[in-house]
């Protein structure tokens, strides 16, 4: 299986919360990064967590970490179609590489 | 703010031609990427360069080249095009210092080869 995986497509109302989930294989990961990315654009960094946190909170963007199941998610509240967007998963191991491991990406597409 | 500047947000060539697809950036990052980026397949490495002249393989490096003889610029090159190359190609620079490790992409340029 993959290294990093997330469901391709996630559908929300405007106004409602958005939960983006990831999950990992490595236990040793050191940060765990959320990166957008806009239509037609590059990727920007969102926000990170470093694994020895359990949630992070960045005005609407919530991010909870859960080591034992290797389990990484993103929370948006009050999502507005300005959301609209891919949102990548992704890990960086200790040791090793400094490379970060991406997910496939979420496309998340806000409706009216 | 760091800045990845890729050249050309659209390219589009023919098979056969050797193309080049050029990224500077600003923060004298060591690290640099090329991915390309494909409907359901996420992000794949291409190519990485952790120093000037230095360059390493990445995950699918078949069909193409780098150069990187300055510290800011990172040069992809695909030698003789090919169709299956289309695609949206992304440069990212690192700095290596830093253990957040955190990656600045540039804009994309997106490559159609007919």
């Known amino acids: 299986g993959e290294d990093v995986e997330q469901s391709l497509f996630l559908s929300v109302r405007e106004g409602d919360s958005s939960v983006i989930n990831c999950t990992y294989t490595?236990?040793?990961?050191?940060?765990l990064y959320w990166y957008k990315q806009e239509p037609g654009a590059g990727l920007q960094l969102l926000t990170y967590?470093?694994?020895?946190?359990d949630m992070k909170q960045d005005q609407r963007l919530t991010v909870l970490l859960n080591k034992k199941d290797k389990h990484l998610s993103l929370r948006i509240a009050d999502t507005q179609t300005g959301d609209s967007a891919i949102y990548f998963c992704?890990?960086?191991?200790?040791?090793?590489?400094?490379?970060?491991?991406f997910g496939r990406g979420t496309s998340l597409i806000v409706h009216p | 703010d760091v800045k990845v500047t890729q050249s050309s947000r659209y390219l589009v060539k023919r098979t056969g031609e050797k193309v080049f697809l050029e990224c500077v950036q600003d923060?004298?990052?060591?690290?640099m990427f090329w991915y390309r980026q494909d409907p359901g397949l996420g992000l794949r490495l291409i190519y990485f360069?952790?120093?000037?002249?230095?360059?390493e393989k990445g995950d699918i490096p078949e069909g193409y080249s780098v150069s990187r003889e300055k510290k800011e610029r990172f040069s992809l090159i695909l030698e003789s095009a090919s169709t299956n190359q289309t695609s949206m190609y992304l440069c990212?620079?690192?700095?290596?210092?830093?253990?957040?490790?955190?990656?600045?992409f540039g804009a994309g340029t997106r490559l159609s080869v007919l």
């Open positions: 967590i470093f694994s020895n946190m």
């Open positions: 923060m004298d990052h060591e690290n």
């Open positions: 360069s952790y120093d000037v002249k230095m360059k």
């Open positions: 992704a890990e960086r191991r200790s040791g090793g590489s400094y490379i970060p491991t």
């Open positions: 990212a620079s690192l700095s290596g210092g830093q253990a957040k490790n955190i990656q600045y």
């Open positions: 490595d236990s040793s990961s050191t940060y």
